[in-house]
């Protein structure tokens, strides 16, 4: 199996892949090969899975696809690297995706972008851009990714496959490289809800090596995937469906919630007022903790260092310049700026302020409803290039699916139709579900439900 993946992987011209090493693969292979021969295979045993190139693999390189780290391997195993190798899975090597899991699109990535299989024109979505085009491509049977802003969702819902963003606490970051501690949440993409419930149940957990990792029960999250619709009353915010949100997305969108009617589901209107503020807010701390997370590399104690410097200043100086790409400097200056002194009061305090307030409208939503549904993105994938140039237009993108990290809720993308590309292309769309506090298994039941 992992041969013929491994085959088309070779063949693939998506860039999704950073790194495969065949002899790697192949010998995880044999061992899963051995544990059906001595009758010790678990479900998901000798399935391939590739990860995101932000979780440190042992054996292959982890790059966060930046320059910074392009020859960095790691002498440990990330935890949800460790949890699917331990349930037998082989690793088929190291997805693509934005610098540091900064992007929208994939295009920040020091290896060059990554192309949509449904239109390889088009940006696969991002940061887990690389993941989401894998899979849908069929280069792996499931990926995994990480979400701090969308980057599980708005990949997903581009490359018309499924994807889960945890609770936030529900899976250790343990060798997750960090971009925003206080959002960051690792999680499975794949084609079906099913998948994703597997791949969950494998990687949840308490880990103590992440001081926010939640302390639960293990849970199979396959357990409810049957259990009918009937009753469940779905909250569909206003706000995510005014301005700027595209004819063709809203088209799809809506159809889905039809269907869900159908299966016994009522709608609610809802309000997340605080929706706008959302954008601002999360850029605001994401960048915070992001130049804080990337003080790190400095030149020393990882990978890349400059060449001609005069002194150690201008050594951190040459190196961060040289190795960090253009939206990684821009987040690490706003950063900055933002925990500066006379600034932290009018800018990071008030974000915290606005964060507290979108949890507190999440709160309150849930006591009227069991799940809250609407687009995950305002438009289909748009064309590479197109926005590369325009930050801010593509922070605007990220206005459904930011405040769910800001909040610590899970979220989901499902598949729900197709709208145009502007060239007239069928570009997917997703739908977005988003739960209360550890309720994946729901979440997984009612996405399941309508595949
Ligand atoms: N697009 C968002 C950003 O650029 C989300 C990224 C993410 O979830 N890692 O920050």
Known sequence: LSRLFLERIHQSDLNAFLHVDDTLTLAQAKAADEKFAKKEAGKLTGIPVAHKDVFVTKGWRSTAASKMLANYTSPFDAAVVEKLQQAGMVTLGKLNCDEFAMGSSNETSWFGPVKNPWDKTAIPGGSSGGSAAAVAAGLTPVATGTDTGG??????????????????????????????????????LAKTAEDCAMLLTAIAGFDPRDSTSVERETEDFTRD???????????????????????????????????????????????????????????????????????????????FRAENYTDLQDMYRKTRTEGFGEEVRRRIIMGTYVLSHGYYDAYYIHAQKIRRLIAEDFRAAFTRCDVIMGPVSPTVAWNIGEKADDPVASYLGDIYTISTNLAGLPGMSIPCGFGQGEINSRRPVGLQLTGNYFDEMRLLNIAHQYQ
């Open 151 to 188: 980057s599980i969702r708005q990949p997903a819902s581009f490359c018309g496959i499924t994807g889960i963003k945890p609770t936030y606490g529900r899976v250790s970051r343990h060798g997750m490289m960090a971009y925003a501690s206080s959002m960051d949440q690792g999680g499975p």
């Open 225 to 303: 995937l049957n259990k009918p619709l009937t009753g469940l009353k779905i909250g569909i915010p206003r706000e995510y469906f005014g301005e700027g949100l595209a004819a063709d997305v809203e088209q799809a969108v809506r159809n889905a919630l039809a269907e869900y009617e159908k299966l016994g589901a009522s709608l609610v209107d809802i309000s997340l007022q605080n929706t706008t503020m959302c954008i601002p807010a999360y850029y605001v701390i994401g960048s915070a903790e992001a130049s804080s997370n990337l003080s790190r590399f400095d030149g020393i104690r990882y990978g």
